[in-house]
C-alpha cells in the first residue's frame, strides 16, 4: 500500500512538482488548495486525491482531513507548503494584511500540524515545513513574510522536541527564490501576492529543481534542507556575519534611494 503525504498549496508550482516526485517513489498524494483550474486538473492525475480547502477555515480542513482518513490507511507525510507574501514597505502596508500573511503562513500551518498530528504520531510520520530564506535571515520589503517563516520555523523546532518521543520527525526546508508564478503575476491588492511572482527574485530555482533538492532531504530525514544556491549562502553568511549578510541583502533587494547610507550597517 502506497504511503500517503497531504501537500498544502499542493497546485501551486512546487507543491505540484513535489508531489509528481512523491508519486514517482510511490506515494499517495493529496492535494489541499484553493478552488480553481490547477486544482481541477489534478483531480485526473493518478494516485491523487485532490481537495478543495482553505486551511485558515477551521471546518474546512477538518473536512477534509476526515475525507482522507476515510480513503486512506494511514498519513505519513505532512508538507506545509501553502503561503502568500507581502511585498512593499511595512510604513506603506495595512494591518489586516499583515495578518494575513500570518494566517496563511502560520496559523494556517500550525491548524493542519494540530489536526493531523495524531495521524503522523500512529504513522511514525513527518512533518516537513517549507520555511524560506527568510525564515532565517532578515529580507527587507518582506517584514510580513519574514516574520511569518520566522515563527514558522520556530513552532516546528519546539514540536520536533515533543515529537520525537513518539516517533515522528519534522523537517524544514529553506527554499529560496523558486520561480513558480512568473508568469502568472497580476497586481497585488495592498502588496499581497503569490510567492514566487516577484519581479526582484535572484537565482530563481525551476519548481522541479527544488522538488528534487527537497525530495532527497526528506528521503535522508535532514532536519534542515537549504534549497538553492542562495539559500545554502545566506544560511552560512548569516551565521558567520549577520552583519555582512544584511548589507548584502539590502545592496540586492533595496532600491537606491532606502539603502543604508555608509557602506556596511551598524
Not at 195 to 216: C, N, T
Request: hydrophobic content about 40%; some cysteine; proline content about 6%.
Amino acid at each position: 500500500m502506497r504511503p500517503t503525504a497531504v501537500i498544502s498549496g499542493g497546485a501551486g508550482g512546487l507543491g505540484q512538482a513535489f508531489g509528481a516526485i512523491l508519486r514517482e517513489h510511490g506515494w499517495f498524494t493529496v492535494m489541499l488548495n484553493l478552488p480553481g483550474p490547477d486544482l481541477d486538473a489534478l483531480s485526473f492525475v493518478p494516485d491523487t486525491l485532490a481537495l478543495s480547502c482553505d486551511i485558515t477555515d477551521t471546518g474546512q480542513l477538518t473536512e477534509a482531513a476526515w475525507q482522507i482518513r476515510a480513503e486512506r490507511p494511514s498519513i505519513d507525510l505532512v508538507v506545509y507548503n501553502a503561503g502568500v507574501t507581502h511585498i512593499g514597505p511595512f510604513t506603506t502596508q495595512a494591518l489586516e494584511d499583515h495578518r494575513k500573511v500570518f494566517e496563511v503562513n502560520y496559523f494556517g500551518a500550525v491548524a493542519m500540524a494540530k489536526e493531523f498530528g495524531p495521524d503522523l504520531r500512529r504513522s511514525n510520520g513527518t512533518h516537513l515545513a517549507i520555511s524560506s530564506v527568510a525564515g532565517f535571515c532578515p529580507l527587507a520589503l518582506r517584514t510580513a513574510y519574514a516574520g511569518s517563516k520566522h515563527a514558522l520555523e520556530g513552532f516546528f523546532k519546539s514540536l520536533r522536541s515533543e515529537e520525537a518521543v513518539h516517533g515522528v520527525a519534522c523537517l524544514i526546508a529553506a527554499p529560496s527564490f523558486i520561480a513558480t508564478n512568473t508568469g502568472a503575476r497580476s497586481e497585488p491588492k495592498g502588496g499581497l501576492a503569490r510567492p514566487g511572482s516577484a519581479s526582484d527574485q535572484v537565482d530563481a530555482l525551476a519548481p522541479e529543481d527544488a522538488a528534487r533538492i527537497l525530495y532527497r532531504g526528506l528521503v535522508r530525514r535532514k532536519t534542515f534542507i537549504p534549497i538553492g544556491r542562495v539559500a545554502r549562502l545566506s544560511h552560512l553568511i548569516n551565521r558567520l556575519s549577520p552583519r555582512l549578510y544584511r548589507h548584502l541583502m539590502e545592496r540586492t533587494i533595496l532600491p537606491p534611494s532606502a539603502k543604508t547610507q555608509g557602506g556596511a550597517p551598524h
